[in-house]
T-cell receptor, first 114, second 114 residues
Framework: EAQVTQNPRYLITVTGKKLTVTCSQNMNHEYMSWYRQDPGLGLRQIYYSMNVEVTDKGDVPEGYKVSRKEKRNFPLILESPSPNQTSLYFC?????????????FGSGTRLTVV | GENVEQHPSTLSVQEGDSAVIKCTYSDSASNYFPWYKQELGKRPQLIIDIRSNVGEKKDQRIAVTLNKTAKHFSLHITETQPEDSAVYFCAASGQTGTASKLTFGTGTRLQVTL
């Protein structure tokens, strides 16, 4: 089944403790992206990647890192989480070019930083 | 960068009536405009999209229109049903014109009442 898999689904952590949210897709998509969703603010793009070793900042990249060492994986790293990073996070992937059919989203990771 | 505004933020319609959600965008270079539906506790899912070389697209009860001159696009749902109740997001692509740099609106919560 074609899908985007995120782990974990739920995470509670303390301020300053490094964490990684994993994302993997099995559709051989070139494009991958991370979004955060907050009430009243919609979905805001954190980082995106157009292919292996090619990443770029989205609209809210501060406090986050990403890497794209393999085509299928695009982990989101919070080196020193803070309470304002409490949010619902979505990973997404898409095929390339004008034939792209938009992003396919993962199930989401609800992160709470206390 | 791209800025997408979406209205209204909430919309309540009676079953069988039509619903219209409107979005405006700022970047005249954008040429890909998807719409996503997010049910409570679920991931956003693509329901329809339109590209700038097309003015209107229909898929059963949903349709999207695009006015590139005015930089706005709209989602139309006819004969609404209770299962249409969800949050709807519009989005616009960024500089590349592909799905990679997608900027979302803040969402419209649609409630279909019996």
């Amino acid at each position: 089944e074609a899908q985007v898999t995120q782990n974990p689904r739920y995470l509670i952590t303390v301020t300053g403790k490094k964490l990684t949210v994993t994302c993997s897709q099995n559709m051989n998509h070139e494009y991958m992206s991370w979004y955060r969703q907050d009430p009243g603010l919609g979905l805001r793009q954190i980082y995106y990647s157009m292919n292996v070793e090619v990443t770029d900042k989205g609209d809210v990249p501060e406090g986050y890192k990403v890497s794209r060492k393999e085509k299928r994986n695009f982990p989101l790293i919070l080196e020193s989480p803070s309470p304002n990073q409490t949010s619902l996070y979505f990973c997404a992937s898409s095929s390339t070019g004008q034939g792209a059919n938009g992003y396919t989203f993962g199930s989401g990771t609800r992160l709470t930083v206390v | 960068g791209e800025n997408v505004e979406q209205h209204p933020s909430t919309l309540s319609v009676q079953e069988g009536d039509s619903a219209v959600i409107k979005c405006t965008y700022s970047d005249s270079a954008s040429n890909y405009f998807p719409w996503y539906k997010q049910e409570l506790g679920k991931r956003p899912q693509l329901i329809i999209d339109i590209r700038s070389n097309v003015g209107e697209k229909k898929d059963q009860r949903i349709a999207v229109t695009l006015n590139k001159t005015a930089k706005h696009f709209s989602l139309h749902i006819t004969e609404t049903q209770p299962e249409d109740s969800a949050v709807y997001f519009c989005a616009a692509s960024g500089q590349t014109g592909t799905a990679s740099k997608l900027t979302f609106g803040t969402g419209t919560r649609l409630q279909v009442t019996l």
